[in-house]
């Protein structure tokens, strides 16, 4: 495994997976980087290049094994498990994604939700019951989770991330519209539909 793959190459790497495993739901069993950048608007060369990175997966004129390629693309993402997330803020959003059924197959579980209105504790939401946020430190503890999903306003947070890694969480995806601060060693993701919106209308 290399030392240092470019981000940009990392983030694509799901959505070759996400084709192979289409490919497989066909019955497909060879395909070969020219599909798949037709499948998914990149060149050819550009995906044989991004699986370099991490070793020969396919024979020159024979192209690649979709299960093999797969299953080592899983191993490289590390989704060749499932790994328990925790879900903070349980508004519209939040129960949209506890009960998302679209995780568990790619290898994550929604194992815990938290919210700190009096209202939402103690609520039912899907196979979950809401919990106090003041017990996010012993529950991520507990759960042994790395990994969590901030679905909160905006003015909260801040304060929600500095909880979550001060508790051993090391990746945050943020639906929060807004940049919070982490440490060195913590990735974080932002998910914001209305910037992508914005993003869209510019071309309109």
Do not use: C
Request: aromatic share 8%.
């Amino acid at each position: 495994m290399p030392t240092r793959v470019p981000d940009i190459v990392i983030g694509r790497l799901p959505l070759y997976l996400r084709a192979l495993e289409h490919l497989l739901k066909e019955g497909r069993e060879i395909t070969s980087s020219q599909e798949l950048g037709e499948r998914l608007g990149y060149s050819a060369a550009q995906i044989r290049k991004d699986l370099s990175f991490f070793g020969e997966f396919g024979k020159q004129g024979s192209g690649y094994r979709i299960a093999y390629l797969a299953q080592e693309l899983r191993k490289i993402l590390k989704v060749d498990r499932e790994w328990p997330v925790v879900l903070v803020g349980v508004g519209d959003l939040g129960h949209a994604l506890v009960r998302y059924a679209g995780f568990k197959p790619k290898g994550f579980r929604i194992a815990a939700a938290f919210d700190n209105d009096p209202a939402k504790i103690g609520q039912q939401v899907g196979s979950l019951v809401v919990q106090d946020s003041r017990l996010i430190p012993e529950e991520v503890k507990r759960i042994g989770a790395q990994i969590a999903i901030i679905a909160t306003p905006a003015s909260a947070a801040q304060e929600v991330a500095d909880t979550l890694i001060a508790a051993g969480i090391r990746a945050i995806v943020n639906y929060a519209p807004i940049s919070v601060k982490v440490p060195a060693g913590v990735r974080i993701q932002y998910v914001d539909p209305a910037v992508q919106l914005q993003r869209l209308t510019y071309y309109l």
